[in-house]
């Protein structure tokens, strides 16, 4: 995973080259930003967002490195290609901001999101509940006679089919921690 | 590292000096009463007492642009924060390094609605480069001193310190400017690769045009110098937005003029024809491009930028190299050099035939006839009588703004300073007074409307009190010339506000701030009157009244291309502006 730079010493590789810029399609992009874990740090990036008129699909904040004060944000956001490109441009002239990753086009990655759902229901509805969640993988972290609420991880997409699946069967409340993301292999 | 143990307002006083300010604009209240204590019991740093807190702002822009050095503006909380919102937004689009100072309330009455309370770091986050809010009185110096960095390193602009009340009471340590590198290092050194492959684009093209801006001004003495070789050794035309004006000498051989919506004919029509345009340190703003798709069709481009983000933002180009100016102008020339020196000699004589068939249609002329004074004629004889003087010129926004920069010609850089971006009026008075401070036997002219210039007239105290001769040259037509104009154009001769009818006198309101004023309506006595404005010794309202339907021309009407041009006498001006153009600005 390298930061995003003009990379030195060639004339086709630019940030700029990796794909067309000025292409209709919209994408969508996973971008890792680490920053100084300073305050106002995360209006900044919401700010750029909202005052340029980006797309944010989900946030993920935390602080990463206490002793070096580093947070990562992990943004999924969505737009044409010049779109993408300006964004990772304004989010890399952000002071605080150290680097900004593509995980997109930046090699494979994994991603993962986190998510709560309580799901109230009797008889049949919550048999079928607790079966889709152990094919799920979903755990059972609390229960009533008439309520669980089930913990998921997976994909953003993994856990719209989960809960497409509860729907039917009672679905109360649901609680999601948004995207977080990692480059495959060693850095 | 030395330290010492000091109070948070002499931390302030003592960074300034370090940094080595010497003039800070701004206006005292409650929130600031321990930093102008420190202020009081020193020598070094000279204090201008403004008359409102954005004049204070302007003032510092002014400063900096005709001095290459960051301004420094100290302000209170609340209502003095958010009055320096419109110069800390001029100055970030401009890219203008300037330090705002401002008080807070306490710590501990953060967020409690408190007197004078505003929320000035979350207020100015999108108009500042970077801002801080100190908690810590030992955080205080390394913050002045990352501030003073972060303003003036990379694509420079305003920075914002916000200093509670009791931090400044507070004693704690004194950091040396730091020796600490930052983490903030932008990149300068461009990619050489791309600057061989525009060297080599430079050595094939037919039909070329440099494409300046403010960038080369920012990025210093030795970017200009090295414009100036490259374009002299290429034969190349030269253009340059408002923000460029001075980069390249107005008397070059090679210039062709300012470019964009109110730029010159041969200029616009170069940009779009031309097969290859080097763009220095500009940003393809709207006010150059006129209209995106029909953008220079048939040329490859290259942009050199220190902002990434500047690069590919509205037009693609297809040589990108992120660098300052002085660093990738120096590589360029070397590289250009070393491969030969070559251009195609014989198709830029072609085109330097075009470009002077082009400078025949004589854009700017213009008929000076009968009583009434033409701006244009007041702007030439202004430039005639004043251009052997060592001379800096401000303006106000608005049909004045696009004269002065067609008919003022300049010779070199950081001596015109306008609000390019933003079209803030009311900048050039104040600013006018902070290029005054820094060059103190120079002659400073603001080209004014009178609209804009009632905007911050308050600054007329600031003149007076410190002696400053600023010359306020008013082009009063008693119309929002510009508003006047569009409204002529896309709104069908429905001249809605955009005409004052209580405007002051303004020989007795310069008499009332005891200051001299001078009026002008006759063609006749226009040398005299600008003489008479040069040769007094202390700041001059001039009111200059002129014709008050003139429209300002050459025009690209919004939506449309390049070489679409209106022309001035002939120009059809009715439904010039048709279609989506009517809903741009």
């Not at chain 2, 100016?325 to 085109?351: I, M, P, Y």
Request: charged share 20%; with cysteine.
């Amino acid at each position: 995973m390298s930061p995003l730079k003009i990379k030195k010493g060639s004339t086709s590789h630019s940030a700029y080259d990796l794909r067309s810029t000025f292409g209709d399609e919209v994408e969508r992009h996973t971008l890792a930003v680490i920053v100084e874990n300073e305050p106002g740090v995360l209006a900044r990036v919401i700010g750029l967002f909202s005052g340029r008129g980006y797309n944010i699909e989900s946030l993920t904040v935390a602080e990463i490195d206490h002793t070096g004060h580093l947070s990562r944000i992990t943004i999924v956001t969505s737009g044409t290609p010049q779109v993408i490109t300006q964004i990772k441009a304004q989010l890399g002239r952000i002071v605080p901001v150290h680097e900004v990753h593509d995980l997109t086009v930046e090699g494979a990655s994994v991603e993962r999101e986190l998510a709560l759902f309580k799901v109230a229901g009797k008889g049949d509805h919550r048999i079928e509940a607790i079966r889709l969640a152990d094919i799920f993988r979903a755990n059972v972290v609390d229960s009533t006679l008439e309520s669980f609420i089930f913990e998921i991880t997976g994909t953003p997409e993994k856990i719209d089919a989960f809960a497409d699946l509860m729907r039917p069967l009672g679905l109360q409340e649901v609680a999601r921690t948004g995207v977080a993301a990692l480059s495959r292999g060693a850095s | 590292m030395m330290s010492k143990q000091m109070t948070g307002a002499k931390m302030v006083v003592q960074a300034l000096i370090d940094q080595g300010v010497d003039t800070v604009f701004g206006y005292p209240g409650g929130a600031v009463l321990p930093i102008y204590d420190e202020i009081f019991q020193q020598n070094h740093i000279q204090h201008i007492l403004v008359r409102h807190e954005q004049g204070a702002v302007h003032a510092a822009e002014g400063y900096a642009r005709s001095t290459g050095k960051p301004g420094v503006a100290l302000v209170t909380s609340g209502p003095g924060a958010t009055n320096a919102v419109t110069g800390l937004t001029d100055a970030l689009m401009d890219s203008i390094p300037i330090i705002v100072l401002t008080g807070q309330v306490p710590t501990f009455m953060i967020g409690s609605d408190a007197f004078q309370e505003a929320d000035t770091v979350g207020i100015t986050r999108p108009c500042t480069k970077h801002n801080w809010l100190v908690k810590e009185t030992d955080t205080l110096s390394g913050v002045m001193h990352e501030a003073f960095h972060v303003a003036t390193s990379g694509r420079p602009g305003p920075v914002l310190i916000d200093i509670p009340k009791d931090v400044q009471f507070a004693s704690g340590t004194y950091t040396e400017k730091a020796k600490r590198k930052s983490h903030y290092q932008p990149q300068v050194k461009g990619d050489l690769d791309m600057i061989t492959e525009l060297a080599k684009a430079m050595e094939k093209a037919k039909r070329p045009v440099f494409y300046t801006g403010g960038g080369v001004i920012n990025s210093g003495p030795a970017a200009t110098q090295l414009l100036r070789e490259l374009v002299a050794a290429t034969n190349f035309p030269i253009t340059s937005t408002l923000m460029g004006l001075g980069c390249y000498p107005a008397s070059g051989d090679n210039w062709i003029g300012m470019l964009g919506m109110h730029g010159l004919y041969e200029a616009n029509m170069a940009m779009h024809d031309c097969d290859l345009m080097i763009n220095i340190g500009a940003r393809f703003d709207d006010r150059i491009t006129g209209r995106i798709d029909a953008f220079s069709p048939k040329s490859k481009k290259a942009h050199i930028d220190i902002d990434a983000s500047s690069i590919n933002k509205v037009i693609h180009v297809d040589m990108p190299i992120l660098g300052d100016c002085a660093h990738v102008l120096e590589d360029l020339l070397n590289v250009w050099k070393s491969r030969g020196r070559k251009t195609d000699k014989e198709n830029l004589a072609k085109w330097w035939g075009q470009i002077n068939e082009w400078r025949k249609v004589d854009c700017l002329a213009f008929k000076q006839e009968g009583k009434t004074i033409k701006p244009q004629h007041a702007l030439a004889r202004l430039e005639a009588l004043t251009k052997s003087h060592d001379r800096y010129i401000c303006t106000e926004v608005g049909q004045h703004q696009m004269w002065a920069a067609q008919y003022l010609g300049f010779e070199d850089p950081n001596r015109w300073m306008t609000s390019g971006g933003l079209g803030t009026m009311g900048y050039g008075f104040p600013a006018s007074i902070g290029v005054q401070l820094a060059h103190r036997d120079s002659l400073v002219i603001n080209v004014a409307g009178e609209a804009s210039w009632l905007m911050n007239m308050q600054e007329m105290g600031t003149a007076v009190q410190y002696n400053l001769p600023v010359k306020q040259f008013i082009l009063n037509n008693e119309r929002l010339g510009m508003v006047r104009q569009w409204q002529e154009l896309l709104h069908g001769e429905r001249y809605s506000q955009s005409w004052s009818e209580a405007l002051p006198d303004f020989v007795k309101l310069a008499d009332a701030f005891g200051a001299k004023g001078i009026l002008c309506s006759d063609p006749a006595d226009l040398d005299d009157a600008i003489m008479e404005m040069i040769n007094h010794d202390g700041p001059v309202v001039f009111d200059c009244l002129v014709e008050k339907h003139e429209n300002c021309f050459p025009m690209i009407p919004s939506g449309k291309p390049h070489n679409e041009m209106l022309l001035g006498e002939n120009a059809d001006t009715a439904n010039a502006i048709q279609g989506a153009g009517g809903a741009l600005v």
